[in-house]
């Protein structure tokens, strides 16, 4: 009886330092604000857009973990900076606090919305443009459209943004173009409900 309670209590202990270590995050369970992606994905981009996208982000930015700060002071599954929150919340005053999961990814996907519809006469990898705002702002990537144009690119699609990235002053390209790269990739290991599969 002893070596029982003993046994319970070590694996206690155990369980105690994971938790306390975050091998049990909030990013565990990789279905579990599916359905919150469904609905802000429909609000603000409508039924036929694959809401799979901005969860492939979520994963990107902090691998669903609703307690993800970055040193910039990005919060929550959408890294959101809290002056864009702030922004974002003084056009859509039902969205709660950052912390919130919910309203966090809610946020999110309205960002990617007015970036979306930034780049409808600008863009023709309008996704990708989109992702690369979101990372690096679109300002930035205005830059590098006018690079594009000096070398006779097509500034309207993603590849000649990649191609001229390291020529735009001040931008850490390299890191805008493995976040829409892992994005793609996030999105491209879930099947049609939006499931991790392993490949």
Known sequence: MILW?????ILFL???????????AQSAVPDR????FRKYSKRFFGPAF??????????????????????VGARGVMQLMPSTYADIRSKNPEIGEINDPEWNIAAGIYYNRQLWRQW?????????FMFGSYNAGS?????????????????????SI????????????????????????AFDRMDSRG?????
């Open 162 to 185: 990649q191609n001229v990235a390291p020529e735009v002053p001040g931008w850490r390209h390299k890191e805008t173009l493995s976040y829409v790269q892992r994005i793609q990739f």
């Open 50 to 71: 694959d809401w799979r996208l901005f969860k492939a982000q979520g994963m990107t930015e902090s691998n669903l973990n609703q307690n993800a700060t970055s040193w």
């Open 120 to 128: 409808a006469d600008k863009a023709a990898d309008r996704k990708e």
């Open 139 to 159: 300002t930035t990537i205005l830059r590098a459209q006018k690079v594009a144009i000096g070398k006779s690119l097509d500034a309207r699609i993603w590849p």
């Open 14 to 24: 155990l369980l105690s330092s994971a938790c306390a270590a975050g091998l049990f």
């Open 33 to 36: 604000y599916d359905d919150v």
């Open 195 to 199: 499931r991790v599969i392993m490949k």
């Open 5 to 9: 309670v003993m046994k319970k209590f």
